[in-house]
């Protein structure tokens, strides 16, 4: 198993990890935070954190061992440092953004409610209100709406007679946006997470129910009288559905649609910075899928540039989601032009960030990056290079969510061995792969095809191996456009390393004419 996934398993204590991704700033924010709470700098509790922070490998017996806290109080300990963090970080500066805000401010009235001071807290809640509204966050602002029907109970406002129905059409139509809003999500939730667990529909069945699934949930609404939130579930529920079914222009128009909600106004990629990465990251995977070499290389620079120019807010999540879209797709970019060496420098930064970043990033994440790392290198033709980042997919454990990349990978690595001429142990390797995608119910008739013409290029003799790649080749390419078989050529280009063994030419060399005849 690989030292990143190794070392982020070892250290999933969730305060360990807290600590560990709080920055400089933050540290010094705690510090001061703990000094201002007068008699607390000899608390155990910063002991604690003290000594946490100084820790390389979370292991209670050390912690224990230090004398800071015994076995019995080490769990209460850490509760309440957990807490004292969280405030420290919700009094950041860094971190008031205008959910917090608006929050902050829905807290201070109830206060002065509960003081009974009505009018000041009406007041405070109609500031909170149109700042909610005005960003969008609905479910706050109807939490605000109820609170205001609550107090106009007790204080009765003599400067609009008809303040309770106002309240009350307000309460309504904010309860409407807020269902659909929830239908949305709902469906989009379950959607992604069918897409992990399952990967994309398989057959004709699969694709039924599919079908019916998101027309049963996808809720009824007026396109109009839909706002951001409404419309960004409403786009994310059809691009999985798309994904799901493998239908990729309609995952490229309803990516776009989603990005175009961002450039329409700017101010929302303050306001949610992750929406707005994540959708980037759909429209470049989708544009790289349907080979729209043009489109993904301008997002993809217009995407360097918003960081550069730092219009997506920096915070420890963005900054990871960042670190994720942005080098996958510098590497889909050499992978779409087959500038595989081109490409071989990001190797040593993504390990280097992988080392940085290993406590918070799930091994979903790692191998995916490893995978894409292990293609690089086998563009380039240097299969032992592409066979060690394979082993490591290959080597780890539950990884039940990404069993098309285990899939691949195996397969990718029985190529890789025969490249490097390893086909002495070619047959125990095809035995293995068959039986895992056995297991994992994985075996399409594409995988089926190629796994048994690779197995009997080992009964070829030299000067007929190039008429049987043809024969492999005629074999898939019926595959290349089959709506259920098709996904196997997203993972591994396996025709057009084919069209290199036939022509005698590098594969990037073929991706490379293949990207010219797409007229960029």
């Known amino acids: 198993m690989s030292k990143v996934i190794t070392s982020a398993n070892q250290q999933n204590d969730a305060l360990f990890v807290l600590i560990k991704s709080l920055t400089k700033s933050e540290k010094r924010q705690f510090n001061l935070y703990v000094g201002r709470l007068g008699g607390n700098i000899d608390a155990k509790f910063f002991s604690l954190f003290k000594f946490l922070e100084k820790l390389k490998i979370y292991d209670e017996k050390v912690i224990i061992g230090s004398g800071i806290v015994s076995k019995q109080q080490l769990s209460n300990l850490k509760a309440h440092l957990y807490k004292q963090i969280l405030i420290s970080l919700r009094l950041n500066p860094a971190h008031k953004n205008v959910r917090i805000q608006i929050r902050e401010q829905l807290d201070f009235a109830t206060v002065l409610y509960q003081k009974g001071l009505y009018k000041q807290s009406l007041k405070l809640l109609e500031k909170a209100k149109n700042m909610a509204l005005d960003n969008e966050e609905k479910n706050i602002a109807y939490e605000i709406v109820e609170l205001e029907k609550v107090i106009e109970t007790q204080y009765i406002t003599r400067s609009l007679s008809n303040r309770a129905n106002q309240l009350s ?39 039924q129910f599919i079908n019916t699934y998101f027309e049963d949930r996808l809720p009824k609404y007026k396109y109009k009288e839909l706002g951001f939130r409404e419309r960004l579930w409403l ?140 293609c690089l290198y086998f563009g380039m033709g240097k299969n032992r290079e592409c066979i060690s980042y394979l082993q490591r997919i290959i080597k780890s454990k539950n990884l039940s969510a990404a069993e098309d990349l285990q899939c691949f990978a195996r397969i990718l690595n029985l190529i890789a061995h025969y490249e490097c001429g390893l086909d002495y142990d070619l047959e125990r390797q095809f035995i293995d792969t068959y039986k895992f995608l056995l297991k994992m119910e994985n075996l399409q008739e594409v995988q089926k095809v190629f796994l048994e013409s690779i197995r009997d290029l080992s009964d070829v003799f030299p000067h007929e191996i190039k008429g049987e790649f043809k024969k492999i080749h005629a074999k898939l390419e019926v ?35 293949k990207t010219m005849l797409l007229g960029k």
């Open 169 to 207: 059409v307000q309460a309504k139509e904010l309860s409407q946006q807020n269902v659909i809003a929830s239908k949305l999500s709902n469906l989009s939730l379950q959607l992604y997470s069918h897409l992990l667990q399952n990967g994309y529909i398989k057959n004709e069945e699969e694709l």
């Open 235 to 374: 786009y994310k529920a059809h691009l999985w559905y798309s994904f799901l079914t493998q239908d990729f222009l309609q995952s490229y128009k309803y990516a776009t649609k989603w990005v175009d909600l961002f450039k329409e106004d700017q101010k929302l990629i303050i306001l949610h910075p992750v929406f707005f990465l994540k959708g980037i990251n759909y429209l470049l995977e989708a544009s790289f899928l349907v080979k729209k070499v043009s489109t993904f290389k301008e997002e993809l620079t217009a995407f360097e540039e918003a960081i550069q120019t730092k219009k997506i807010p920096l915070n420890t999540n963005t900054e990871l989601l960042i670190f994720q879209y942005l080098y996958a797709n510098k590497l889909h970019l050499h992978f779409l032009e087959g500038t595989f060496s081109e490409g071989e420098y990001l190797v040593e930064t993504i390990n280097t960030k992988l080392e940085k970043y290993k406590n918070r990033l799930d091994s979903h994440h790692v191998v995916m990056l490893y995978y894409k790392i292990a």
């Open 479 to 513: 595959f290349e456009n089959h709506p259920y078989e098709k996904r196997a050529f997203l993972y591994l280009d396996i025709l057009s390393w084919l069209e290199s063994k036939i022509k005698n030419k590098p594969i990037a060399a073929i991706i490379k004419e």
